[in-house]
């Protein structure tokens, strides 16, 4: 038998419970909100887009700002299925939505894609469609907008003959060059580079030949700002025995390595590269590479911002750098690495012993954020190996001046006075110790951008005042 506090409190929790039950039952909705939707953005702009390739995905968020729920009577994309945009709603895709229910203070996502199809115009087009948002019987609009641009396309492919400029040219994969033929890239040509794309030449022969206005320019083919700085994006220009090869007026950014050479031709004489007035800057690793052999030229260029050496020889090869800037501002290693031993991960394969037969480097500016910023290792087993360095009348920046004959009449541990690092502009004030300090005996008659050099009284590195 239950005794009268245990009936009470029966009754009391029961009265309790029905309470809540009937405050529940009794809660009335409160209706929509009668305002319209607010915007993070009322245009989604999408940068230069290449017809066939899609592009990356925007976003836009659609708020409701009121203090009740807010139904979205309808979201349509206004060009249907005929509009190269594409749209996402709250996770789902389509053209049109709708009586989607948005909480009060709440929002959505609206996630944005475009693909662009061939026009045939060798001028970039404008496409734009609207997203139309329907609340309460008032309709408002996002506006999408994409600038469009045909291009040539290669994709894993030989090509010989002449690039034109008059498109854009796109690489997926490789774009080759075989065995004794030969590309020129005409002055003006842009070059898109997908990821791990590389220009192969394979014992061919390549000319760009651009000029101080109309340089060539190599890079990614993300074209949206975050992209603009963004190293690795491919791979470079792969050269294997190439045949003599001329580069004028090139800009490789934003690769792996810029240009890297594998061997050289045997049947020919003179460099596998002549490069002049070229940038190659912001690449993952390497500036230049010269592996087993190869042989570089290079006369007023500026090799800067690479991550690894902006000059790097491995195994042995040739160069004779005149008149250029080989900087580590922005990488973590000295800017100039040159050893002539290569040894292999797989010790099934021989070790590289090769031979700098000229290693020249005059009137140059070396320097950066690193304590050294020129590092050579060389070996000479039994003396058979061939080691002939010329380093004279350079800015070098080192923890450790060394002693080696070789080095002669260089300027050590002295600031350039570049007027801005930071957005790699590398002239310099008229104070800098780069100023008039050239050796005449190593002649360089024009500067990166190709304007006549003061021969009397030249100036070390790429630019001269």
């Keep these: 038998m239950m005794n009268m506090r245990t009936v009470f409190s029966a009754i009391i929790l029961a009265i309790l419970l029905f309470a809540g039950l009937s405050t529940t039952s009794c809660k009335k909705f409160q209706g929509f909100s009668t305002g319209n939707l607010d915007f993070s953005k009322d245009t989604v702009v999408f940068d230069t887009v290449f017809t066939t390739i899609g592009s990356t995905t925007q976003r836009l968020k659609i708020y409701n700002n009121s203090n009740k729920t807010l139904n979205v009577d309808e979201i349509e994309l206004v060009g249907g299925s005929n509009s190269p945009f594409r749209i996402n709603v709250d996770g789902l895709k389509g053209i049109s939505f709708a009586n989607l229910e948005i909480e009060k203070d709440d929002s959505l996502f609206i996630f944005v894609e475009v693909t662009l199809q061939v026009n045939n115009a060798t001028n970039p087009m404008v496409i734009e469609d609207k997203i139309r948002f329907r609340t309460n019987g008032k309709d408002q609009f996002i506006v999408l907008a994409v600038w469009g641009q045909d291009m040539y396309y290669h994709q894993n492919d030989f090509n010989s003959g002449v690039w034109s400029n008059d498109k854009p040219h796109l690489i997926y994969g490789f774009a080759g060059i075989d065995s004794a033929q030969t590309l020129t890239i005409e002055a003006g040509t842009q070059i898109f580079m997908h990821k791990n794309a590389l220009i192969y030449n394979y014992k061919g022969t390549l000319n760009i030949v651009g000029t101080k206005n109309e340089k060539v320019v190599i890079q990614g083919d993300r074209l949206e700002q975050y992209y603009q700085d963004q190293r690795g994006q491919y791979y470079g220009i792969y050269m294997q025995e190439a045949r003599p090869s001329t580069f004028r007026h090139v800009e490789i950014k934003n690769g792996t390595a810029g240009i890297h050479l594998f061997s050289r031709d045997p049947n020919t ?197």
């Design 269 to 465: 004489s003179g460099p596998t590269l002549d490069i002049k007035y070229s940038e190659i800057h912001n690449n993952s690793r390497y500036g230049i590479f010269i592996f087993d052999g190869a042989e570089v030229l290079a006369e007023s260029c500026i090799l800067h911002k690479n991550e690894s050496h902006g000059l790097f020889v491995l195994g042995g090869g040739d160069f004779n750098f005149n008149n250029c800037n080989i900087l580590s501002y922005g990488g973590s290693v000295a800017a100039v690495g040159i050893t002539n031993m290569y040894e292999p991960n797989d010790p099934s394969q021989p070790t590289i012993i090769g031979n700098i037969n000229q290693g020249t480097i005059t009137n140059c500016a070396i320097t950066g954020n690193s304590l050294t910023e020129m590092v050579i290792n060389t070996s000479n087993p039994g003396g058979a190996v061939t080691l002939n360095f010329n380093i004279q009348r350079n800015l070098i920046y080192s923890e450790f001046i060394p002693t080696d004959s070789y080095f002669l009449n260089n300027i050590w541990n002295e600031n350039p006075l570049f007027n801005n690092i930071n957005e790699g502009i590398y002239t310099f004030q008229n104070l800098s110790p780069l100023n008039n300090s050239a050796n005449t005996a190593f002649p360089s008659f024009f500067d990166f951008c190709e304007n006549p050099r003061n021969i009397s009284t030249p100036d070390i590195g790429a630019w001269d005042l």
